[in-house]
């Protein structure tokens, strides 16, 4: 059947016909969304994990069990997983295990714009990359043969542009293949050195077998136009290219990213005057095609950062494609803030009344950097909060315990903040932790986590108790704020970091658009009463502007929450 399809929910069909049963990730833009698709299917089990690391192993341990299996996760999930990536590629496996990763040039909902495929190249794993939702349903399946093929886990690469964008598919009907029987094999599945040695030139006869394949295998194409121009290419950049130069051009079109063929490359070149890499963010294709000895043109005139587009690559490579498209004058700027209602808002704005240091992490609550608020003064990765507090305190000491606080969400807490929040009370800094527990994992468009209480399904599911946790983790100061109550969060942020202690304050209150989340009557501005001292304005609430020189409230955005109401001295709104 022909439909429709995003690029992310054509991956996840792949998934269903290929006869895949286990699926295990962690949500990340712009990943997200095979995980929540595939779910849809009740002959698939998924799960989200607590992160990529444990997603992987889980996809791991399915696939040893004889059943395909499957993780999702961006870029920088990929980071986190690395540690059973590039030992499964030892290993091998038994039934078809296949990775995607997603990645985001242009940096669009990410805090790097590296490229996974150093990571393919690192772990010695086949890599392939769809340039469109069709490509993303045939690679999927074609990803669980040649990882059975060649004994190997497979990655498929996504890009945001693919991930999000639609394309016509066409469905056909699930094959589900027989199950491996498990097979008890310690040289191949434990790998203590002794053993890991003897698998190291395995791997690297099974990539000399996969460079032979790339050269004459589905996933890449020749399409052969005016031979003046040859472009090696691949993914999002095919389709730009192909809009550029239609049959102007001869395209060697790249699926099939790690390892690149040698064969296949040459004989192109050989049939064109000039060749041309198209390729995003690092130059890997245009690296091979030297070491073979190519002359090409690549990123002495393409940019190494963000994303290309048809218009981009027409100015880069002197092709006039017509009359382009314009919006006229500019759109007026829009910071990115906090939704009107969010939880995290008055926790913030208590911090930055407080003049605290403020290290943060992964999540809608990184916007706490933003102004008005400012409120938080770094973000590294996923967990890295805690660790950076304990770290900064041990290196200042009383200089900074009393004033310098980590934040974190729940699921990131979760996803790694544990491991950070263990060396704090295993070696004892004096250090303040906020858990921001909003509920759900916000950033990425509510998804469930293991504080939740709720699995990928909304069934009901195992629930970690926070407070629990950091009791039995050794902490003994353990309070709970309502992030609506600004007296409270001051009262409780200003004896915490005043205690000569480890402590912890969990800022509880579900996300504002959650559902479920009954809301109060939006509040109105008695005019009479406003000076237009503007003191509500600090709070970055998008429901909150100035008229006339007097507070406004949109009562399509207001959801009464309270929180300017605790700030106005005059009470005008009401």
């Known amino acids: 059947m022909k439909q429709l399809m995003l690029g992310n929910k054509a991956l996840a069909r792949g998934l269903y016909e290929a006869g895949c049963s286990v699926v295990s990730s962690y949500p990340g ?84 714009e590296q490229d996974s495929r150093h990571h393919a190249i690192a772990a010695k794993v086949p890599m392939v990359e769809p340039a469109d939702s069709q490509e993303a349903i045939d690679f999927t399946k074609l990803a669980y043969e040649m990882s059975e093929k060649f004994d190997t886990p497979v990655i498929i690469k996504m890009v945001t542009r693919v991930a999000h964008s639609q394309s016509i598919v066409n469905t056909v009907d699930r094959v589900v293949p027989p199950v491996v029987p498990y097979e008890k094999n310690i040289a191949k599945y434990v790998m203590m050195p ?52 239609g049959e102007k051009a001869s395209i060697l079109k790249l699926g ?24 995003e963010l690092d130059p890997i294709i245009e690296n091979h095609c030297k070491v073979l000895g190519l002359t090409v043109t690549g990123k002495d005139i393409l940019p190494m950062e ?23 004058e500019p759109l007026p700027g829009r910071p990115p803030v906090m939704c009107a209602g969010c939880p995290h808002r008055g ?71 544990m491991t950070g929040l263990a060396n704090v009370a295993y070696n004892q800094s004096n250090s303040t932790i906020i858990i921001l527990d909003n509920s759900i994992t916000g950033m990425t468009g509510h ?54 202690a480890p402590s912890i304050i969990i800022s509880r209150r579900p996300c504002a658009l959650l559902k479920y989340v009954k809301h109060s009557a939006p509040l109105k501005v008695a005019t009479d009463k406003c000076v237009g001292c503007k003191a509500c304005m ?21 959801v009464g929450c309270g929180v300017c109401q605790q700030m106005c001295k005059f009470d005008a709104l009401q």
């Open 29 to 112: 833009t712009p990943s997200t969304e095979v995980t929540e698709e595939a779910a849809k299917y009740d002959e698939i089990y998924c799960e989200w994990a607590p992160n990529e690391k444990v997603a992987m192993e889980v996809a791991f341990g399915a696939s040893l069990a004889g059943k395909r299996s499957f993780c999702g996760m961006k870029h920088v999930g990929l980071n986190v997983a690395a540690d059973p990536l590039y030992t499964c590629s030892y290993t091998g496996v038994n039934a078809g295990f296949v990775i995607c990763v997603a990645d985001d040039p242009g940096m669009h909902s990410s805090q790097n």
């Open 194 to 245: 002794g053993n890991a040695i003897r698998r190291h030139p395995i791997v690297e006869e099974r990539t000399r077998k996969l460079i032979e394949y790339a050269n004459d295998c589905p996933f890449n194409k020749v399409e052969m136009g005016d031979t003046e121009l040859g472009i090696i290419t691949s993914s999002t950049s095919y389709q730009y290219a192909k809009e550029v130069f």
């Open 256 to 279: 099939l990213v790690n390892p690149l063929p040698d064969k296949l490359i040459l004989d192109f070149a050989a049939k064109v005057d000039k060749l041309v890499i198209i390729e």
């Open 306 to 328: 963000g994303e290309f587009s048809q218009n981009l690559i027409a100015q880069k490579l002197g092709v006039e494609i017509g009359q382009v498209k314009s919006l006229g």
């Open 347 to 417: 926790l913030f704005y208590t911090l930055s009344k407080n003049k605290c240091t403020v290290l943060g992490d992964i999540g809608c609550y990184t916007l706490g950097a933003v102004a008005p608020l400012s409120a938080m003064e770094m973000t590294l990765c996923m967990g890295a909060s805690i660790s950076s507090t304990h770290g900064f305190n041990k290196a200042l000491g009383k200089e900074s315990e009393g004033k310098t606080v980590a934040v974190i969400g729940d699921s990131t807490f979760m996803h790694s903040g």
């Open 447 to 500: 998804q469930q986590n293991p504080t939740t209480g709720y699995n990928i399904k909304g069934d009901p599911a195992g629930k970690i108790d926070l407070e629990a946790l950091c009791r039995a983790m050794g902490f003994e100061r353990i309070r709970v704020v309502d992030p609506y109550n600004l007296a409270e969060c001051d009262k409780a942020v200003k004896e915490e970091l005043a205690a000569d």
């Open 538 to 558: 600090k709070i970055g609430c998008p429901a909150i502007s100035i008229k006339n020189g007097k507070a406004c409230v949109d009562a399509t955005l207001c």
